[in-house]
């Protein structure tokens, strides 16, 4: 026989509640809480800390400096901001940083127009993934310094020459991580392009570039990095050549007549050059873009 069906009824938890003066001394902890100092305010902030770090850094080549006892070798801090600001003064360091710059500037958007086309090309067809891969692996780990004598022969001493080595430290970094951006993106982002209709450069613009662009920052980054190097280097084999150049041929010259404290000026200028682009222009850049729109943290 069926037995009859018994109906269980659940459990009673008899339900209970906090008084509200249970929780009114967290609340009253956390309305009180004590702003933070002036020092914690500061160094709660990037700028101030790498400010700090750098003070450091003076100040041990200073003590080094003078442990040393030596100009030639080794000038003390002060000795080579002296060096430097008079340098700056006279117009000197001015007009080479100029040349450098303006240089720089052209073999770096030639780059970045090469490696983008290349990467698109990439991205479109087999044929373009089999390109880019069989070129990155022939010329990627070829130092540029080392296609300079090529330079030289084919266009002799000049911005040309200078231009060709600056364009081969940039392009290749640059498409290896444009590429490594696009082949990160979604397949739901690619099929709700597909399905707007969007196709070839339409389609990379709006799709691909903005999904990969922290890599294409982070390639941009690591571009810049190895063109200003290759240029301070090319402009020292210039400068010996034909007596121009920018920076690294202001470093080149000092370095002949055996002024340290001018050599360590130049090398100060370059180092200061690279870290208003990082800490200005390329952060400033992710702000508006990547940390923007979410993409990074």
């Given at each position: 026989?069926?037995?009859?069906?018994?109906?269980?009824?659940?459990?009673?938890?008899?339900?209970?509640?906090?008084?509200?003066?249970?929780?009114?001394?967290?609340?009253?902890?956390?309305?009180?809480?004590?702003?933070?100092?002036?020092?914690?305010?500061l160094?709660?902030h990037?700028?101030?800390?790498?400010?700090?770090?750098?003070?450091?850094?003076?100040?041990?080549?200073?003590?080094?400096?003078?442990?040393?006892?030596?100009?030639?070798?080794?000038?003390?801090?002060?000795?080579?901001?002296?060096?430097?600001?008079?340098?700056?003064?006279?117009?000197?360091?001015?007009?080479?940083?100029?040349?450098?710059?303006?240089?720089?500037?052209?073999?770096?958007?030639?780059?970045?127009?090469?490696?983008?086309?290349?990467?698109?090309?990439?991205?479109?067809t087999?044929?373009?993934?089999?390109?880019?891969?069989?070129?990155?692996?022939?010329?990627?780990?070829?130092?540029?310094?080392?296609?300079?004598?090529?330079?030289?022969?084919?266009?002799?001493?000049?911005?040309?020459?200078?231009?060709?080595?600056?364009?081969?430290?940039?392009?290749?970094?640059?498409?290896?991580?444009?590429?490594?951006?696009?082949?990160?993106?979604?397949?739901?982002?690619?099929?709700?392009?597909?399905?707007?209709?969007?196709?070839?450069?339409?389609?990379?613009?709006?799709?691909?570039?903005?999904?990969?662009?922290?890599?294409?920052?982070?390639?941009l980054k690591?571009?810049?990095?190895?063109?200003?190097?290759?240029?301070?280097?090319?402009?020292?084999?210039?400068?010996?050549?034909s007596?121009?150049?920018?920076?690294?041929?202001?470093?080149?010259?000092?370095?002949?007549?055996?002024?340290?404290?001018?050599?360590?000026?130049?090398?100060?200028?370059?180092?200061?050059?690279?870290?208003?682009?990082?800490?200005?222009?390329?952060?400033?850049?992710?702000?508006?873009?990547?940390?923007?729109?979410?993409?990074?943290?």
């Amino acid at each position: 026989m069926n037995q009859p069906s018994m109906h269980i009824e659940p459990p009673y938890r008899p339900e209970f509640e906090y008084p509200l003066s249970a929780l009114a001394p967290a609340a009253q902890a956390e309305s009180v809480r004590e702003p933070l100092s002036l020092v914690h305010r500061l160094l709660n902030h990037d700028g101030i800390r790498k400010i700090l770090i750098l003070a450091v850094l003076a100040v041990i080549w200073e003590i080094i400096g003078h442990w040393q006892d030596n100009e030639l070798l080794l000038p003390t801090f002060t000795a080579t901001i002296g060096a430097m600001w008079a340098d700056l003064v006279n117009g000197e360091l001015p007009a080479r940083m100029a040349i450098s710059l303006s240089v720089l500037l052209q073999g770096y958007a030639l780059g970045v127009i090469l490696a983008f086309f290349l990467t698109t090309f990439a991205i479109s067809t087999r044929l373009g993934r089999d390109v880019l891969s069989t070129l990155t692996s022939m010329f990627n780990p070829l130092p540029a310094i080392a296609l300079l004598p090529l330079a030289l022969m084919w266009f002799g001493l000049g911005t040309t020459s200078l231009l060709f080595v600056l364009v081969h430290s940039v392009m290749w970094p640059l498409a290896l991580n444009t590429f490594a951006g696009f082949q990160s993106v979604p397949q739901t982002l690619r099929m709700a392009g597909q399905n707007y209709g969007l196709r070839g450069l339409r389609f990379v613009w709006q799709i691909l570039i903005p999904a990969a662009l922290p890599s294409i920052v982070s390639g941009l980054k690591v571009g810049w990095a190895f063109a200003w190097r290759t240029l301070i280097a090319a402009e020292m084999v210039f400068g010996a050549s034909s007596g121009q150049g920018g920076l690294g041929w202001y470093v080149f010259q000092h370095r002949n007549e055996l002024e340290t404290a001018q050599v360590f000026a130049g090398l100060v200028m370059v180092v200061i050059l690279g870290l208003v682009v990082e800490n200005l222009v390329f952060t400033t850049l992710e702000k508006i873009t990547v940390r923007r729109w979410g993409t990074q943290q």
